[in-house]
Structures are given as structure tokens and as C-alpha cells.
């Protein structure tokens, strides 16, 4: 995190130094709150339908900068667009002073908190991998307000950002650094630097005991990793935890069953449902939130090879049942089956998996909106909910008994994959055999975890709705 908030129970002065911004509501006369000259004028400026002006000034023998956002309406969406016009300008400044005195003690917090998440993304960088790296200017953002206390609110953003972060990162990261190992590294050192548990279980384990799991990873030379992180932060250690389950296959070339070629790039990004498991545990440990919750990440790498999964193939699951692979590039759920079985030994209050898992979900919500199924209708309203208050959008999809007819095999328990049609159902229900000892809840990410174009890179979604689903919980 690059951008650190604070907050002051004053309203800004004029003569600050640093870069400094005015956030006024619709119904503001905007010379009532600032005493800015420059501010005034500027919002007195905004045309209808524009909701942000910049200008420099002469001070104190140099130039400052001063912004007004006007900020139309309360809806979150509205709110966030506003924002990361603001955040845009406030990237460029090294200490941005933003007074949100024009709202009141309940609204102005949720006005903050939106504005810290807009500086977060805007200042975000991926670079690592170049010679010359160009950071964001914006190393201080400060919040002022005179009667409200704005600290929780900031808290919340730095810790969503955080674990945004985490998630990007490991998304960004290319798949010959981000292996399995790396990935089961990277989660390991990061809930051990906010003071979790973490249990890393290796190929040995998986070969064992995860039959299913195994068959997928066994085709890679990449050793595969079961990573379990857990945090109990409910006053009774012994409450039935919330366990979020993330597909970490960091490179997905479809197996035997091959890609094509255009775009496979972007397979390195089939470890994003792990990438904002991780990011999504971190933020909620750094918040302490009063729950107990464990993260489970099932990693490796799906290749082709001589010993690699071929249709056809019959493995038999932890659960014990038997899957025929009829197409080997729908390994997502042969990894994600034995992980929600092995959540079983922790009598979880929920499981929520998350995964980057079909395609099918792209043509069905395309790139905005995750899809959403589950086993227990009070656990998918709940995250609904959670969604549409951060603006992360989810829709719920049907699984309807009779999507069972598309996934017979006659040679197995299950086929890994249905009938042409419903593709992202028929990979829940496939999901739904394994989770009949809990609520269970999907989370089909495919289309909104990472963007593709000129824009390339990992979103760190749906890390807004998974924290704000365990803050209400
Ligand atoms: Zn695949
Ligand atoms: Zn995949």
C-alpha cells in the first residue's frame, strides 16, 4: 500500500499546504463550506453533468492545486465514478488534503471511504517487472471533517486495498514466477505477517488423499499445494468458521484437451479465484474482524505431458466418488471438488468458493457482473447483498434439479463436464455433489477478475464483496 490516509477533525484551511480537494454535495453552496476562493469558483463553474474541476494557484511563491467533486447522489455506483475522476488528478499530487465537511457524520464516511478505495486503485502499478518503474506521485492522502469520525471508514479502504493488492499482484505475477510454490509462498508469508495460522500440505498429501486433485497436477512438473490459512477472531474460537475455498491453477493451458493459442496469455490468470481468497483472508485478519475463518487454495499447473489427465480418464475423488474427464481444460472443478470436501472436517458455518471457471459465464454476464449459484438460498441473498453495497456486482444463477440430466457418464459417477448448454450450472452442479454437508455458495469469476485489451491486468475482484460479506456476518 503506497498511500497512507489519516484523517482530521477540522475543517480545511485555505492556506494549507499540499494539493487540496473539495467534495460538495449536489445540494451544496459550495461558499458555505470552503472558505476557497478557488474552490468556489471552480464549483460555481461545473456545468451540469460534470462532477469534478481542477485549476493551479499562485502560493506561497509557487503553484497549488485545488479540485472541487461534485457529487450528484448517493448511489454507490454514481459515487465511485465521481471519485475516480478525483483520484485520477489526486494520483499526480504528493499530499492531497480532501475536506468532506459539505456531508454529514453519516454520509460523509461512506463518501470517504469510496474516495480512499478510488486513490487506492488509481496509485496501483504493476512493474516489476520493468527496467524503469513509473510510480504514483500520491504518497498522503488526508480526510477533514469537523464532526465525524472518518478512522473506521479509512480502516476499511486500506485493508480492501491491501488485499486488492495481494490479489493483483498474484494475478499480474507472470506464470513462471508465479508457480504453485510461489503462490503457496506468497500466502504463507503474508497471514504470517498479520499473525494467522498457515498449513501447506504437499504433493505427497494431495497424491494420497485428493485423488482428483491430483490427477490434474500431476501433469505439470510444478508440484502442487493444498494451502490452509486460518484466523479465529469471534470471542468462541470454537464457532463454526467461514471458509472461503480459492481455485489456484496458476497456469492453464487446458491440458491434453489444449487451448487455442490466441490469448492464452491471460491463462495465468486461472489462480484468481486463490489470488482474492488470499487477499480477501489478509483484509479481513488486518481488520480483526470477530470471526473464524479459514482460506483453502488448491494450486498447481495444468499441462500437458506424457502422465498428464487424458479423456476419457477415470479418477476417483476424496469424496470417493469417480469422475470420467471428459475434457481436460475443465480441471478447475477436479481441483475445487476435493478442496470443499477436505472443508468438511472444519463443520464450516458457510463455504464459498471462489473460481475463474468457465467461460460460459462470460457469454451469460460478460465481464461486470460474477456469477452466483449456492445450495442455501439465505447464504446467496447475504451475498447479494454484500455485493450491491459495494458496487461488485454478482447475479444469482439456477441450479434447478434438472440440470442433474446434462452430468451422467456411463462409465462413472460423474462426467466432468455437462451437455452442451448452461455451462457455468452444469460446473456448479457438478460442485453441488460436494457440498451437500454445508451451505455452499459459488462464485464464478471468470469474466470480472481480470481485463483483457489494453487494460490487461487483474481487477483484485471480488475482494469488495467477500469482505464486505464477512463484515456483515
Ligand atoms: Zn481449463
Ligand atoms: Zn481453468
Redesign the pocket.
Known amino acids: 500500500m503506497n498511500v497512507e490516509f489519516s484523517t482530521k477533525a477540522e475543517k480545511l484551511q485555505p492556506g494549507s499546504a499540499g494539493a487540496l480537494l473539495y467534495v460538495c454535495s449536489d445540494a451544496c453552496p459550495c461558499a458555505q463550506h470552503s472558505a476557497h476562493e478557488a474552490a468556489q469558483l471552480l464549483c460555481a463553474a461545473l456545468e451540469e453533468g460534470q462532477s469534478f474541476a481542477c485549476t493551479q494557484i499562485a502560493h506561497q511563491g509557487g503553484l497549488q492545486a485545488v479540485a472541487v467533486l461534485r457529487v450528484k447522489d448517493e448511489e454507490r455506483a454514481t459515487l465511485e465514478k465521481a471519485a475516480k475522476e478525483a483520484a485520477a488528478w489526486a494520483q499526480k499530487q504528493e499530499n492531497v488534503k480532501i475536506d468532506v465537511s459539505a456531508f454529514d457524520g453519516v454520509e460523509a464516511p461512506r463518501v470517504a471511504e469510496v474516495l480512499a478505495l478510488a486513490l487506492g486503485e488509481a496509485v496501483y502499478r504493476f512493474e516489476r517487472y520493468k527496467k524503469e518503474a513509473k510510480p504514483a506521485k500520491l504518497q498522503q492522502a488526508e480526510f477533514y471533517h469537523p464532526d465525524s469520525n472518518l478512522a473506521a471508514a479509512l480502516a476499511v479502504a486500506e485493508a480492501q486495498t491491501y488485499g486488492m493488492n495481494i490479489a493483483k499482484d498474484l494475478g499480474n505475477a507472470a506464470p513462471n514466477e508465479c508457480t504453485p510454490e510461489f503462490l503457496a509462498d506468497t500466502a504463507k508469508a503474508e497471514a504470517k505477517k498479520l499473525g494467522a495460522k498457515v498449513k501447506i500440505r504437499g504433493k505427497d498429501y494431495i497424491k494420497a488423499n485428493m485423488g482428483s486433485f491430483w490427477s490434474v497436477a500431476k501433469g505439470s512438473r510444478q508440484k502442487p499445494y493444498l494451502v490452509e490459512l486460518s484466523y479465529f477472531g469471534a470471542a468462541d474460537k470454537n464457532e463454526a468458521p467461514t471458509v472461503l475455498v480459492g481455485?489456484g491453477?496458476t497456469f492453464?493451458s487446458g491440458g491434453i484437451s489444449l487451448k487455442p493459442g490466441l490469448n492464452m496469455d491471460e491463462?495465468k490468470f486461472?489462480m484468481c479465484g486463490a489470488a482474492s481468497v488470499i487477499g480477501t483472508f489478509c483484509a479481513a485478519v488486518k481488520l480483526q474482524l470477530p470471526i473464524n475463518l479459514i482460506a483453502i487454495v488448491p494450486t498447481c499447473e495444468?499441462m500437458p505431458s506424457g502422465v498428464a489427465n487424458k479423456p476419457g480418464d477415470v479418477v476417483t475423488s476424496m469424496k470417493g466418488l469417480t469422475i470420467e474427464v471428459l475434457n481436460t481444460?475443465?480441471?478447475?472443478r477436479l481441483i475445487l471438488c476435493d478442496a470443499l470436501t477436505y472443508a468438511e472436517q472444519f463443520k464450516p458455518k458457510a463455504v464459498i468458493d471462489v473460481?475463474?471457471?468457465t467461460g460460459a459465464c462470460i457469454v451469460a454476464l460478460g465481464h461486470d457482473v460474477s456469477g452466483l449459484m449456492g445450495n442455501n438460498q439465505a447464504l446467496v441473498d447475504d451475498l447479494l447483498a454484500a455485493s450491491l453495497e459495494v458496487n461488485d456486482k454478482a447475479w444469482q444463477l439456477p441450479l434447478f434439479d434438472t440440470y442433474k440430466e446434462q452430468l451422467k457418464s456411463n462409465f462413472a459417477d460423474l462426467p466432468n463436464i455437462g451437455t452442451p448448454g448452461a455451462g457455468t450450472i452444469t460446473a456448479a452442479m457438478f460442485l453441488a455433489n460436494f457440498t451437500e454437508d454445508y451451505p455452499w455458495a459459488h462464485l464464478d469469476i471468470a469474466g470480472t477478475a481480470w481485463k483483457s485489451g489494453k487494460e490487461k491486468g487483474a481487477t483484485g475482484r471480488p475482494v469488495p464483496l467477500l469482505l464486505n460479506y464477512l463484515r456483515n456476518v
Open positions: 481455485k491453477i492453464d491463462m486461472d495444468n481444460d475443465a480441471e478447475g473460481a475463474t471457471l
